[in-house]
């Protein structure tokens, strides 16, 4: 028998996905890496579109972490160059849809063009009521938290905050994330198992589906598989199954 904190999900909510092997997707081919990352782009497109038309709320992409800065910097301005690109390109089809987008991560060392594009993007599609779609571009979570941590601090010496009155509640909504719902279901590509620093402690109770696919080749197929396994998982949110 099972307890009551059981009970199949219905769909999630929100979903993040952790989008790798760009990489290891041109190697395969021998062509540059940011073949795989233009290809990745358009794996970004497709999903979006897939995700709105599922239902889900909130569709977060782990596109760029503050760990790599330290990739080949031919690298690293291709990648900054196809964001801006990609803002550009996706801005009426985002409208249409009523997408609303979120940039997702620090300021701090990206380039004025893609916070321009960025600023811009986020500006035009705050009316879409559909979806909310976050890209997370120079995002680290140890960093968010830590940036939490920091204004909850600044808040106790400030009078503004009693130390007794800290909570999770208190720390949540002074992340980067503090106006929509924590993850239901990550999803990580190319295999690996691991966060890499992604949406830590909003993923405290996310499910996580890992799949083989490198990121250019997920489709609104491997999105449903993905979606499939996450609805016949039980959530015990922390709590206990008993027989």
């Known amino acids: 028998m099972t307890s009551n904190n059981t009970e199949l999900p219905a769909l999630p909510r929100h979903v993040a996905i952790i989008m790798d092997g760009n990489g290891r997707w041109a190697e395969a081919r021998g062509r ?8 990745g782009a358009k794996a970004v497109q497709g999903t979006v579109e897939a995700a709105a038309e599922c239902g889900v709320e909130v569709l977060t992409l782990y596109s760029f972490s503050t ?8 690298e690293v301005t291709a990648l900054m160059t196809l964001f801006e690109s990609y803002m550009t390109s996706e801005r009426d089809r985002l409208m249409e849809q009523g ?33 909310t779609l976050q890209i997370a571009i120079n995002y680290g979570s140890r960093q968010e938290i830590t940036n939490a941590a920091r204004r909850l601090a600044l808040d106790v010496a400030m009078g ?42 909003q993923s405290s109770y996310a499910e996580l589906v890992v799949q083989n696919e490198l990121w250019p080749d997920f489709d609104a197929e491997a999105l449903h598989r993905a979606l499939h396994e996450y609805e016949q998982r039980p959530r015990r949110l922390g709590g206990t199954t008993s027989s």
Do not use: C, K
């Open 99 to 131: 997408i609303r987008y979120r940039r997702l991560g620090q300021r701090e060392g990206l380039p004025a063009a893609v916070l321009d594009r960025s600023d811009r993007l986020e500006a035009d599609t705050a009316p879409g009521s559909s979806m």
């Open 32 to 39: 540059p890496r940011i073949d795989g990352h233009r290809a």
């Open 67 to 74: 760990e790599n800065w330290s990739r080949p910097q031919a």
């Open 160 to 201: 503004r905050l009693n130390p007794d009155e800290i909570s999770e509640d208190s720390l949540s909504e002074r992340l980067l994330t503090a106006n929509v719902p924590d993850p239901d279901l990550v999803i990580r590509t190319g295999g690996e198992a691991r966060l890499s620093n992604f949406l830590l402690w």
